[in-house]
């Protein structure tokens, strides 16, 4: 008796369950081009995948009376519901919303892979009109250039958009300003300073002004030496820098000659100024005799030419 009491507790509860009138909902969000009966009624069950209406523009709400449900819940055999005390139902659907940077990144991207853009160079782009309102669907991706068009001398292009969730295409126009990063100096500089990390940073400036001569990296100022004085914010380029002076004209310098296995030494003293790897005439201060070296350290200068001078062993 048991069992057969237990057994018909549960056919009960199922036939209860089975029979359960769906209950529309009085506010709907959806994320979908299509609201389905499952999004607009609780306890939908079999009907639930079936589609009832197409869903508002993305960002946006809109109203559904009581009656056009009634309508279209009744095409898919639905007709028995329990309404929502407000007469009508709220249908939400989320969207996404595209800004001028998305808009940017597409056209840097797509310029990039046309070959416009080299290595380190970037793309400023300024559209020609604000950008109006645009709100994309969320569950593709929400924004596609379907075409561009650029003028590499003046810089002008005219994009054309797809805004997922949205028939119309979207037509942008605006420049392009190529920049590239070069080292500036941050602030004034005597002649013959050498330049140190906190002296110099990267900044922006036009492709056409950069072509003109500059570096692309701090690596290559950092520790160069300025050639004459230099104001603050000037964009540092080859006619600026060079290598550093390790020998000055009129410096007491040390003058090697390898000769085999021996290195021989003798005092001199520098005629002109010299960095590393630059000639440099030497006097040597025991013959009087002027001998053509190599500056390869402070102080210090390898001969090139050597006029058997008197000489001691290191």
Do not use: C, W
């Amino acid at each position: 008796m048991k069992t057969f009491a237990l057994a018909g507790l549960a056919l009960m509860l199922f036939t209860a369950s089975a029979a359960a009138t769906p209950v529309l909902k009085s506010q709907v969000l959806v994320s979908t081009p299509v609201v389905t009966v499952g999004d607009m009624f609780d306890g939908a069950d079999i009907y639930a995948e079936q589609a009832l209406f197409r869903s508002p523009a993305p960002g946006t709400t809109g109203r559904v009376s009581l009656d056009a449900v009634r309508v279209a819940a009744a095409k898919v055999g639905l007709t028995d519901f329990d309404p929502p005390s407000a007469g009508a139902v709220t249908v939400s659907r989320f969207g996404a919303t595209i800004d001028t940077p998305e808009i940017s990144a597409l056209i840097e991207q797509t310029l990039r892979t046309r070959g416009f853009l080299r290595d380190g160079v970037k793309a400023e782009i300024t559209l020609s009109m604000p950008l109006s309102s645009l709100t994309a669907d969320t569950d593709v991706d929400p924004l596609s250039l379907v075409s561009l068009r650029y003028g590499a001398g003046d810089g002008a292009f005219v994009a054309r958009f797809m805004v997922s969730g949205n028939a119309k295409p979207v037509d942008i126009t605006g420049r392009v300003d190529l920049v590239i990063a070069v080292p500036h100096l941050v602030g004034s500089m005597a002649g013959n300073s050498i330049i140190r990390p906190k002296d110099v940073e990267m900044r922006q400036v036009p492709v056409r002004t950069a072509d003109t001569g500059s570096f692309s990296s701090l690596d290559q100022v950092i520790g160069m030496q300025l050639k004459r004085p230099t104001r603050a914010g000037k964009m540092l380029q080859p006619g600026d820098i060079t290598e550093p002076v390790l020998i000055a004209r009129n410096d007491n310098v040390t003058i090697v000659y390898r000769v085999g296995p021996m290195t021989l030494t003798v005092k001199g003293q520098a005629l002109g100024d010299a960095a590393l790897g630059d000639p440099v005439q030497v006097l040597n201060l025991m013959s009087s005799k002027v001998l053509s070296a190599v500056a390869t350290d402070r102080g210090l200068v390898t001969v090139t030419a050597f006029d058997s001078p008197t000489v001691s062993v290191r």
